[in-house]
C-alpha cells in the first residue's frame, strides 16, 4: 500500500521560501516519476513539478525559476524548494506518484498548506 506523508509548509511572506518534503512508502521509488501537486479551494488539482527516476524535473509555467524539485533515492523522499514565493501560490501542496499522462498514480496524503501573505 503506497503512503505519502508531506511536511514542510508554513506561513510565510512574499518573496519568502519554503522547503517541502514529502516521504513515499510502498513503491520502488527509485524508478518511479514523482510530482508535487496543488489545490487551492474550488480549484482543480494542477501538477505543480515532477521529476523522472534520473532527476530530470520539469514545471508547471507560473513557478519556474522560482521553485526546483529533488529527490533522495536512498531516503524515499521528494523535495521542492520555493523561492520568490508569492500569495498566489498559497495552496494545499501534495505529492504523488505521476502516471504517463501526468494524472495522479496513488491515493492521496494529507498534503501540507502553503500560505504567502502579501
Known amino acids: 500500500q503506497v503512503q505519502l506523508v508531506e511536511s514542510g509548509g508554513g506561513l510565510v511572506q512574499a518573496g519568502g521560501s519554503l522547503r517541502l518534503s514529502c516521504t513515499v512508502s510502498g513503491i520502488i521509488f527509485r524508478i518511479a516519476v514523482m510530482g508535487w501537486y496543488r489545490q487551492a479551494p474550488g480549484k482543480q488539482r494542477e501538477l505543480v513539478s515532477r521529476?523522472?527516476?534520473?532527476?530530470?524535473?520539469d514545471y508547471v509555467d507560473s513557478v519556474k525559476g522560482r521553485f526546483s524539485i529533488s529527490r533522495d533515492n536512498a531516503k524515499n523522499t521528494v523535495f521542492l524548494q520555493m523561492n520568490s514565493l508569492k500569495p498566489e501560490d498559497t495552496d494545499v501542496y501534495y505529492c504523488?506518484?505521476?502516471?504517463?499522462?501526468?494524472?495522479?498514480?496513488?491515493?492521496w496524503g494529507q498534503g501540507t498548506q502553503v500560505t504567502v501573505s502579501s
Open positions: 504523488n506518484i505521476v502516471s504517463s499522462t501526468g494524472a495522479p498514480f496513488s491515493s
Open positions: 521529476i523522472m527516476p534520473g532527476g530530470t524535473g
